[in-house]
């Protein structure tokens, strides 16, 4: 009883002292409770999915997975046609004994609290491959790769999704085979990483996706070199969790259609050697970043921020 009346005093005099006035978006403080839901780990066994506040903040048994796919691999998987937490601000500081504490030491637990609630709404997973066959002879093995993240509930198995899919095509220049694009073709996100809240009646996140290829060779004279050959960004705003919907690219013939058919980047060079004697070796990476797009780590941060600089005023008001 007594730790609750220490948070509550201290809410109170955050409150008092103008925090009230720090808001995002469609998001402030006082709302920040009822915006944050559960966010226990499910098994997918029916359709639709569950409500979309049960399949964000997934992490539990993660395995992320970037495989390179060749152009059957890629249309059979995907199916695609190319060309030839109810947490509020007490649950966040519950279970520290506030006995011991002196009222300082509460306020900057407070505020550390509220800094690794905020990181939360911004997660990050990457994966990187080796392989010296990207390219054979100029010729490109693979049409691109899949980045898939598997999690707690989301695991592949027993009828249910991965917690997010991602392919991507390499898609070579038609008069020219020294240059390529990359080109999304598929992006599905089932469950998120980051922890994603309602605003506007929606859970809409923004997913990034960095991918860095890098190829390595010897030349004719046996000079090693090592060369960045692609490095791009995608960005995909307003990703709507609710609904997780499949979101394609696909060759109709004579176009490219759907969801992603602008989202392309390059152009980029492709391998420059082709003698069968000096082939080269590939390293892809790829990082995905999932930000929540509710503005409540906005929210979170500016309230941790404000604490931070108004700690003496807050233990002035709260101390007796």
């Not at 409770?33 to 780990?41: K, N």
């Not at 049409?143 to 198995?157: N, Q, S």
């Not at 307003?238 to 004579?254: R, V």
């Not at 604490?307 to 233990?315: A, L, M």
């Amino acid at each position: 009883m007594e730790r609750q009346n220490m948070v509550t005093k201290i809410a109170i005099a955050v409150i008092s002292l103008g925090i009230t006035s720090v808001s995002s978006g469609n998001v402030s403080l006082i709302e920040y409770e009822s915006h944050v839901e559960s966010t226990t780990a499910v098994t997918l066994t029916d359709n639709p999915l569950p409500s979309a506040s049960r399949r964000n903040f997934i992490r539990a048994d993660e395995q992320v997975v970037l495989r390179m796919l060749t152009r059957d691999q890629m249309a059979k998987k995907y199916g695609i046609t190319l060309p030839n937490a109810n947490e509020s601000l007490k649950s966040l500081v519950a279970g520290a004994d506030f006995l011991s504490f002196g009222v300082g030491l509460v306020v900057d637990f407070i505020q550390a609290q509220l800094s690794r609630e905020a990181a939360k709404h911004t997660q990050q997973f990457k994966m990187f491959t080796y392989a010296d066959d990207f390219w054979v002879d100029g010729i490109p093995k693979y049409a691109g790769f899949e980045m898939v993240r598997y999690a707690k509930g989301f695991d592949g198995k027993n009828d249910t999704n991965p917690a997010f899919q991602y392919a991507c095509y390499f898609e070579p220049s038609e008069h020219d085979p020294r240059i390529f694009l990359m080109r999304a073709v598929y992006l599905k996100v089932d469950a998120s990483k980051a922890k994603v809240s309602t605003s506007g009646g929606k859970r809409n996140l923004t997913v990034q996706i960095n991918t860095v290829m890098e190829a390595a060779e010897f030349n004719s004279k046996n000079v090693f070199s090592k060369v960045v050959i692609a490095n791009d960004v995608f960005t995909f705003p307003g990703y709507n969790l609710d609904t997780s919907n499949e979101l394609k690219s696909f060759w109709n013939g004579s176009e490219w259609k759907g969801d992603l058919s602008n989202h392309i980047a390059g152009y980029f060079r492709a391998p420059h050697w082709n003698s069968k004697q000096y082939g080269g070796a590939f390293k892809l990476f790829v990082q995905v970043t999932e930000t929540d797009e509710s503005r409540v780590q906005d929210v979170l941060n500016k309230v941790e921020g404000f604490i931070g600089s108004n700690k003496d005023k807050i233990v002035e008001v709260v101390s007796p």
